[in-house]
């Protein structure tokens, strides 16, 4: 079935840095986008940006530009979030979504937990 | 940037029908999806397309974008409708995606 995989929990010190992977299965990898979601505790859902594995390109919102890269290996079906310059307020669950059709997330995974603490 | 209004909160009694209201900007030019997510779960697609609904979702879900605002209709609510829902669009000014802030439904 289709279906996202995320890597696990991560514990980071502030300042540092962090990278998710999205495990891809059940589908063609290269045909459709990746978007990363994050939702801080008891908050709502943040987009971060998009990246296309047919061609890698990327778009990110300004708040998180020149902070957070996205990047894909379509040999492995893997997409990755790597997130710089760690800070208390980016303490967030992590999820990766596929992206369809006109722009609607239909597949998620699981999160990956991300705390930021000194 | 552009910016998504909901109600923070929907209340409504089993077997009655809830309305969560999505605002913004000529939003009838835009395509609106909306999530429902339970506590400690991801969110999951209810509705896309403005009113389109994935295979598995039930039919008391229905969306309509004829204006400001779009909404999305939960017919004949049941206790496990009690979620957060989310609306969501793709600006194309801007080129980003946007969510709303979300909308807690409680069945009462």
């Known amino acids: 079935q289709v279906q996202l995989v995320q890597s696990g929990g991560e514990v980071k010190r502030p300042g540092a840095s962090v990278k998710v992977s999205c495990k891809a299965s059940?589908?063609?990898?290269?045909?459709?986008?990746i978007s990363w979601v994050r939702q801080a505790p008891g908050q709502g859902l943040e987009w971060m940006g998009w990246i296309s594995p047919y061609n890698g390109n990327t778009k990110y919102p300004q708040k998180l530009q020149g902070r957070a890269t996205m990047t894909t290996d379509t040999s492995t079906t893997t997409a990755y979030m790597e997130l710089r310059t760690l800070r208390s307020d980016d303490t967030a669950l992590y999820y990766c979504v596929r992206v369809v059709g006109q722009g609607s997330f239909d597949i998620w995974g699981q999160g990956t937990m991300v705390t930021v603490s000194s | 940037s552009y910016v998504l209004t909901q109600p923070p909160s929907v209340s409504v009694a089993p077997g009655q029908t809830a309305r969560i209201t999505c605002g913004g900007d000529?939003?009838?030019?835009?395509?609106v999806h909306w999530y429902q997510q339970k506590p400690g779960q991801a969110p999951v697609l209810v509705v896309y397309?403005?009113?389109d609904r994935p295979s598995g979702i039930p039919e008391r879900f229905s969306g309509s974008n004829t204006g400001n605002p779009a909404i999305l209709t939960i017919s004949r609510v049941e206790a496990g409708d009690e979620a957060d829902y989310y609306c969501q669009v793709w600006d194309s000014s801007s080129d980003l995606y946007v969510f709303g802030a979300g909308t807690k439904v409680t069945v009462l």
């Open positions: 000529n939003i009838g030019s835009k395509t």
């Open positions: 397309d403005d009113s």
């Open positions: 059940g589908y063609s990898f290269s045909s459709y986008g």
